[in-house]
């Protein structure tokens, strides 16, 4: 059976993809490998598991100003993550996201859901994203 969620779009795109969920705020800058695509934060309920071709969704940044950067590098890489599911998206993700779009071609959706939403988002799941549009398989 098919879930539709309807969410707030910050940065547009259409992609599809198993899921990372993570229950626990969340910082790229420090969090993230540039080497593997992974997680590397061993406080995070997803320490090690690889982000990359994956959709990640956590609640929300723990904030810093680098991830903007940290997000450009990985898709200039080939190693960011699909598309990033929030609570309450930062802008300072959209702003990676918008960058990487412009200087490489590179989209990465961000996409702000509702809370009691984001509890039917369960790791392993496989998701098509159209814009604001999340259909869960």
Do not use: W
């Not at 609570?87 to 989209?107: F, Q, T």
């Amino acid at each position: 059976m098919k879930t539709i969620i309807k969410g707030k779009s910050l940065v547009g795109g259409s992609t599809e993809g198993t899921l990372i969920v993570s229950h626990e705020p969340f910082s790229f800058f420090g969090g993230f490998s540039f080497k593997t695509g992974s997680i590397v934060d061993t406080r995070s309920d997803v320490y090690q598991e690889v982000l990359k071709g994956k959709i990640f969704a956590f609640p929300c940044g723990k904030g810093s100003s680098s991830t903007a950067g940290v997000l450009l590098e990985a898709l200039r890489k080939g190693i960011a993550p699909r598309a990033i599911i929030n609570i309450n998206s930062e802008k300072i993700l959209a702003i990676g996201s918008i960058v990487a779009e412009k200087m490489y071609g590179l989209n990465l959706p961000i996409i702000s859901i509702s809370e009691d939403d984001y509890q039917l988002l369960k790791t392993g799941l496989f998701l098509r994203i159209n814009n604001e549009i999340i259909e869960v398989m």
